[in-house]
């Protein structure tokens, strides 16, 4: 399950990469089209004037040739190579292209009318009237270097588009790298843990199968209490290591759910029963009450046992005095199995409320009173609750006591 966690988190971020290129190459696109539209408005600026200004200067060659014709100024008497080698028009040029910033080699041109009569103006052009009179030809230049100004005026955003997209992408194949070595290890890890489990679970069954062998053929020895000891210790770690292992297959989804109905209220008894002896050696006070007919429940039978039991135990376990403990079973009025376990034992601290369902969490009283546990057992019931699409909730004050509440839906 990690597995296709860490695959969906590094797609996610591959897909979210190529966005953010995406928008980037766009947005410099974008940056490029506005720098186009204003080169060109400003090109047709600078044309037009340096032709206002040519219009009312007496030393242009067009205008002294307008007016050695009576004033008279058109098309016919001024062709198009009086007009491209006017200087004075080639100096206004210069000056109005220079007023706009503009200090790039051009060429002038002048273009006749379309045959087909379109009127559409081409980029950097401007009509030749008033310098000739109602002349419908435009004068145009073209800039030879247009796109290599563009692109040196686009250098600082592009370098730095550049820049910040390598280093998002370092850090994203860093991190990748760094997250897919520790996945590696954390299932080295697991492997590790799980072969030493089981490798002690074999042995501590041998010994528990062993003191219960010499018990029976050797009555006498029934209530030693070194044989008390080894019969409770190897109970207690092989409880510690089938705990772990649960724990561990339900992360990495490796023993699933098997579903079947049930009934809730002898699944309880049961566990209740099978915890007798310690219930016994505590002096406990267990009561099971159900309110109303519960309906069949639909879930995993041997880790709704387990969860149960964990919850109990705990119960037993986490207490002072003589353990007083009362479950109760109902049917809410959504028709959802409600479950709580109050008991009377040393509760726990308002500041750790939040945290008591982390996995490997001790409270400090269990740390202060060496009671033994990984702090997997709640962490175990909260993923069992949530697999079995239901809510647990904790209520509890120090020295006064816990109750856990659990519902669960009927499918």
């Known amino acids: 399950m990690r597995t296709n966690r860490i695959k ?7 897909l979210a990469l190529l966005a953010l290129i995406a928008i980037q190459v766009r947005w410099m696109n974008y940056s490029r089209q506005l720098l186009d539209e204003q080169f060109e408005h400003r090109v047709d600026m600078a044309l037009c004037n340096a032709v206002q200004t040519t219009a ?36 206004n040029l210069d000056r ?15 273009v006749k009318p379309s045959p087909f009569g379109t009127t559409e103006a081409t980029a950097f052009s401007c009509a030749l009237d008033p310098l000739v009179t109602d002349d419908t030809r435009r004068l145009t230049l073209n800039f030879p270097t247009k796109q290599n100004y563009i692109l040196q005026r686009m ?33 080295q890890n ?3 843990f799980n072969h030493m489990a089981h490798e002690f679970k074999t042995p501590l069954t ?15 020895l029934k209530d030693d209490q070194v044989l008390q000891v080894i019969t409770k210790e190897s109970n207690q770690l092989i409880q510690q290591i089938e705990r772990f292992l649960q724990m561990a297959s339900l992360e990495f989804n490796k023993n699933p759910l098997q579903r079947q109905s049930l009934d809730l209220e002898n699944l309880i008894r049961e566990i209740i029963e099978d915890l007798t002896p310690s219930i016994r050696e505590k002096e406990a006070v267990v009561e099971l009450e159900v309110r109303g007919s519960l309906p069949t429940m639909y879930g995993d039978a041997l880790h709704l046992r387990n969860a149960f039991r964990n919850l109990i135990d705990n119960a037993l376990k986490y207490c002072d005095t003589t353990p007083n403990i009362h479950i109760l079973l109902e049917t809410s009025k959504d028709n959802q199995i409600q479950v709580a376990i109050r008991d009377n034992g040393l509760g726990i601290c308002e ?6 369902f982390k996995e490997f969490n001790r409270g400090e009283e269990a740390t202060a009173k ?36 659990l519902s669960f839906p009927l499918k």
Request: glycine fraction near 6%.
């Open 190 to 192: 697991l492997d590790f």
């Open 96 to 110: 109005s292209l220079a007023f706009y910033n503009i200090n790039l080699p051009y060429s002038v041109n002048v």
């Open 351 to 356: 500041h750790e409320l939040s945290s008591v």
């Open 8 to 14: 969906i988190v590094i797609a996610a971020a591959c």
């Open 155 to 187: 250098n600082v955003m592009i370098g730095s588009s550049a820049l910040i997209l390598g280093a998002i992408l370092l850090v994203f194949f860093a991190a990748s790298y760094y997250l897919l070595k520790q996945k590696r290890l954390a299932d």
């Open 56 to 91: 009312e200067e007496p030393q242009s060659t067009v205008v002294m040739t307008c007016a050695n014709n009576k004033g008279s100024c058109c098309a016919d008497i001024v062709p198009e190579s009086m007009i491209l080698s006017d200087s004075q028009l080639r100096k």
């Open 206 to 220: 041998n010994i528990k199968l062993a003191a219960g062998l010499l018990g029976r053929k050797k009555p006498e």
């Open 370 to 405: 060496r009671f033994s546990g990984f702090g997997l057992g709640l962490a175990y019931v909260k993923k069992i609750v949530d697999l079995h699409q239901g809510n647990i909730a904790v209520a509890s004050e120090h020295k006064h006591g816990t109750c856990f509440s």
